[in-house]
């Protein structure tokens, strides 16, 4: 993979780094775009990566660029890479106090990135937390006990969060972040709950994120069965994450359901079943538990082959990351 990075006179300093992936979203991002445009802070960079679509989303990004009265920063592979392997490429690229991840079938409300700022900074807190709703209005974000805490352990709010929240971080803090580089997407909070020991954290109560379920290309509702790798180390990460906390309100012992999948995913996508076995070493669950629903994700998982629905996309991202070109537009 061949990285052309240009050299650009330094703008004067931001807050708050938004970073976003996006392969042919350009109506996605066009959205986005507009809601970055109402916000009442502009203390913020847009870092948004384009993964060799070909939707004409990069010319809309780089005329966005030309035209936008807050700073933008564009990054393009000439072929998909994937969407991990983009998320870590801007993670690196945060030059701000703080950051948050912001997809692109995601808009955020007007007042959010005002908000977020000035709920972290009266606290100095390490990281905050926000809620998500759909287009529905309806709630896409776990309230937890801790709505009401002034401050509390990192750590223990992520590992209790239910669905998808805004998240603004100190970049500070999480400076050895980094995503599995697999075939599509693994959770943030499976790639830094464990980097959160020690650290405080905030429920801001309030909304700052719309997310649409029915863009195109959305994981929720994507047709064959995709992402194997992706949604493997997700489960992994999960079991794991939920062990480590080691908090009482969190229930460790994972579902029938978790484990089919996990060795569903991990057969379609090819890492075999000593991932799915490794995966569950300290699961609190008997070997008789793990061997009947091994195998019933193999039958799940042979089902999947014959259906015709089965598309192995970490083969393409593998084979685009040798010959990719990923530049800069600063």
Known sequence: MTIKKQTTAQAPPTKVSILTPAWNRRRGLEILYKSLLAQTSRSFTWLVADDGSNDGSLDFLLNAKRESNFKIHVI?????VGKTVLDNILLKSVATEYYLNCDSDDWLLPNAIEKLINTIEVGK????????????????????????????????MISQLGGDSTILMRTKNTS????????????????????????????????????????????SFSKGIKYCR????SLRADLAN???????????????RELINLARYSLNGDLGFNYYFDSLIDAPISMTTKVFCGLLGAAVSLRDRYSGGLVKTHLEFEKNRIHATIQWHS
């Open 176 to 219: 050895m972040i980094s995503h599995s580089e697999v075939d599509f997407v693994v959770t943030e909070s499976s790639s830094y709950i464990n980097r959160l020991k020690g650290l405080t954290a905030r429920h801001g109560s309030f909304f700052a994120k719309v997310m649409d379920r029915g863009e195109p290309n959305s994981v």
């Open 125 to 156: 807190y390490d990281l905050v937390v926000a809620m998500n709703i759909d287009l529905t209005g309806a709630l896409q974000s776990g309230q937890g006990e801790f709505q009401n805490v002034e401050s509390c352990d990192a750590e223990w």
């Open 230 to 233: 992706g949604s493997a180390h």
């Open 76 to 80: 393009s592979s000439d072929r998909r």
């Open 242 to 256: 939920r062990r480590y906390a080691n908090s009482p309100q969190i229930k460790n012992r994972p579902r029938i």
